[in-house]
C-alpha cells in the first residue's frame, strides 16, 4: 500500500484518486476548497465535477496542502497548467524528503513554451524529487469513475519510476502501458486539445464528418511534425497519448476542448464561451503556445495557426476553415514529413 495525494479534485484528479483508493492505496485529495473538502469526506460525494459519482469509503479530502503533501510518497499533480507553479510554491515548504511526483494535466506554458515536467523540475527543489513521471492517454473521467475500460501511458526517461506509476494505478478496468518518450507523451496530450477545439468549431458549423476526419488526420501530422522536431519519437503519436487521445478528444461530448469549440462554431465569443464552460478549457491557452512553438521550431502548422487567429484575432470561423481549404496545393505524403 503506498500513501499518495492528488492535487487537484476536479473531475480527472478526483477520478485517479478513485482508481488509487480502489486500489487499496492511501489516498488523500486535495483541494482549495474547504467546502468541497467537506463534502467529499462527509457525504462521499463531489457534485460540482462528477455529479452523479459515490466515491469510495477510503478516500479522504484535505483543503491543508501541507498535510496533504507530509501524508505522501507519491503526489499526483492533477491542477491546470496554468495553477501548477502556484501549488508548486504552496507545496514547497512542507517537502522534507524524496517524493516520486505524477503530473497528469495537459497543457504547454505560453511564452516559456515549457511542458509540464519542465515546469515541475524548476519550481521544485530537486532534492525532494525522486523523478517526474507523466500519465496521459485517451480518458474521460466520466468513463473511469463507471469502470469502463481505460488505457493509459505512464511515460518517465527512468524506465523503472514509470513501472513503479504502472503498478500504482492498473487495475482491470484501468490498463496502464510505459514508455520512456516524456517529450513525445507531453507533446501529444497538449496538442490535442488545440485539435479538439477545432473539431468542435466543424461540429458547430455543421460540416460534417468528412470535415472533422480530415481535421483530425491532419491534426496529427501537425503534431507529429512539432513533436518529433522538439525531439519527440515518432511512433509515439500513432499511440495513445497520440492518435488515441486525439480521437477521443475529438469526437466525444465529454471533451470540454470540443465543446468550447462547437460553441465558438455557433456563432458564440470566446468570453462567452468560457463563461458558460464554467471549468479550464486547456485548448485556449495552449493554443497560444503551439502558435509560438510553431514559430520557434519553424514547423508548418496551418490548424494551430487557424485556430489561433480565431481565438486571438477575432476572425470568423467559417473563414478560418476556408482559408484551410485554399492553402496551396500539395502532396499529401510530402505535406506528413517529419
Not at 490535442?192 to 476526419?213: E, H, P, Q, R
Request: proline share 3%; charged share 20%.
Amino acid at each position: 500500500m503506498e500513501k499518495v495525494c492528488v492535487l487537484g479534485a476536479g473531475s480527472w484528479g478526483t477520478a485517479l484518486a478513485m482508481v488509487l483508493a480502489e486500489n487499496g492505496h492511501d489516498t488523500l485529495l486535495w483541494t482549495h476548497r474547504n467546502d468541497q473538502a467537506e463534502e467529499i469526506n462527509n457525504q462521499q460525494t463531489n457534485r460540482k465535477y462528477l455529479p452523479e459519482t459515490i466515491l469510495p469509503a477510503n478516500l479522504h479530502a484535505t483543503s491543508d496542502i501541507a498535510e496533504a503533501v507530509a501524508h505522501s510518497e507519491t503526489i499526483v499533480v492533477a491542477v491546470p497548467t496554468k495553477a501548477i507553479r502556484e501549488v508548486c510554491e504552496k507545496m514547497i515548504t512542507s517537502l522534507d524528503k524524496k517524493v516520486l511526483f505524477v503530473h497528469v494535466s495537459k497543457g504547454i506554458e505560453p511564452d516559456t513554451l515549457k511542458r509540464i515536467s519542465e515546469i515541475l523540475a524548476e519550481s521544485l527543489p530537486a532534492e525532494y524529487v525522486e523523478e517526474i513521471v507523466v500519465l496521459s492517454g485517451p480518458s474521460h473521467a466520466e468513463e473511469v469513475v463507471l469502470h469502463h475500460p481505460t488505457t493509459v501511458t505512464a511515460a518517465c526517461a527512468n524506465i523503472e519510476a514509470a513501472e513503479k506509476v504502472q503498478d500504482l494505478f492498473m487495475n482491470q478496468f484501468f490498463r496502464v502501458y510505459t514508455n520512456e518518450d516524456v517529450i513525445g507523451v507531453e507533446i501529444g496530450g497538449a496538442l490535442k486539445n488545440v485539435i479538439a477545439l477545432a473539431a468542435g468549431i466543424t461540429d458547430g458549423l455543421n460540416y460534417g464528418d468528412n470535415a472533422k476526419a480530415a481535421l483530425i488526420t491532419r491534426g496529427l501530422a501537425e503534431i507529429s511534425r512539432l513533436g518529433v522536431k522538439m525531439g519527440g519519437n515518432p511512433f509515439t503519436f500513432s499511440g495513445l497519448t497520440g492518435m488515441g487521445d486525439l480521437i477521443v478528444t475529438c469526437t466525444s461530448v465529454h471533451s470540454r476542448n470540443w465543446r468550447a469549440g462547437n460553441l465558438l462554431g455557433q456563432g458564440m465569443k470566446l468570453p462567452e464561451v468560457l463563461d458558460q464552460m464554467g471549468m479550464v478549457v486547456e485548448g485556449v491557452r495552449t493554443t497560444k503556445a503551439a502558435y509560438q512553438l510553431a514559430e520557434k521550431y519553424d514547423v508548418a502548422m496551418p490548424i494551430s495557426t487557424e485556430l489561433y487567429s480565431v481565438l486571438f484575432n477575432n476572425v470568423e470561423p467559417k473563414i478560418a476553415v476556408d482559408a484551410l481549404m485554399m492553402r496551396m496545393k500539395k502532396r499529401e505524403i510530402d505535406d506528413m514529413m517529419y
